[in-house]
């Protein structure tokens, strides 16, 4: 049985998009996936499904759209999938926690950094449904405006790594 992980968008600790882990579980769950996981409060959830990716992020939306009033997004991606996002990280004298993944809902346009604005020497690249970008002086002042990452959700690479040997073990 393949086993997915699903990255939230807009899910955090407290304030607005609140939510849980053990809640997301019990949702996963109710869905009918198995051996599910939850890592960090960020909305990172593992599981096994007989289903495919477009149907569980599909579901597994609606479900969390009727619990918190609006749908947070869903991006998911198999172990494969994850295994060569975090095993392909461009940029590579970069600290992992500076190097952030944007995990997307489709596969971004090929001029999607034509626009890019990045006062502090950020650095982006395209890959398959993610945008990788580099921030020099860490993400949370910095200016970097990017449109092509507003319908993201991003973590950074050591949390891609995690996630990626959560996976891996999951599998053995």
């Given at each position: 049985?393949?086993?997915?992980?699903?990255?939230?968008?807009?899910?955090?600790?407290?304030?607005?998009?609140?939510?849980?882990?053990?809640?997301?579980?019990?949702?996963?769950?109710?869905?009918?996936?198995?051996?599910?996981?939850?890592?960090?409060?960020?909305?990172?959830?593992?599981?096994?499904?007989?289903?495919?990716?477009?149907?569980?992020?599909?579901?597994?939306?609606?479900?969390?759209?009727?619990?918190?009033?609006?749908?947070?997004?869903?991006?998911?991606?198999?172990?494969?999938?994850?295994?060569?996002?975090?095993?392909?990280a461009p940029f590579p004298d970069?600290?992992?926690?500076?190097?952030?993944v944007y995990f997307l809902p489709?596969?971004?346009?090929?001029?999607?950094?034509?626009?890019?604005?990045?006062?502090?020497?950020?650095?982006?690249?395209?890959?398959?449904?993610?945008?990788?970008?580099?921030?020099?002086?860490?993400?949370?002042?910095?200016?970097?405006?990017?449109?092509?990452?507003?319908?993201?959700?991003?973590?950074?690479?050591?949390?891609?790594?995690?996630?990626?040997?959560?996976?891996?073990?999951?599998?053995?």
């Amino acid at each position: 049985m393949p086993i997915y992980i699903a990255l939230l968008r807009a899910v955090n600790v407290g304030g607005t998009g609140a939510l849980p882990m053990a809640e997301l579980k019990t949702i996963c769950e109710g869905l009918g996936f198995t051996d599910v996981k939850t890592y960090i409060q960020s909305g990172n959830v593992l599981f096994r499904s007989d289903e495919s990716e477009k149907t569980v992020e599909e579901r597994l939306g609606a479900a969390l759209g009727q619990k918190m009033g609006k749908r947070p997004g869903v991006m998911v991606r198999s172990r494969k999938e994850l295994d060569a996002i975090a095993g392909n990280a461009p940029f590579p004298d970069a600290k992992p926690n500076f190097l952030l993944v944007y995990f997307l809902p489709e596969k971004p346009p090929a001029d999607a950094l034509d626009k890019m604005v990045a006062p502090d020497g950020e650095e982006a690249k395209l890959a398959a449904r993610e945008i990788y970008v580099h921030y020099p002086n860490g993400s949370g002042r910095s200016k970097l405006k990017l449109p092509a990452l507003k319908p993201g959700t991003s973590r950074n690479l050591n949390t891609v790594r995690k996630l990626a040997e959560m996976a891996a073990a999951m599998e053995a």
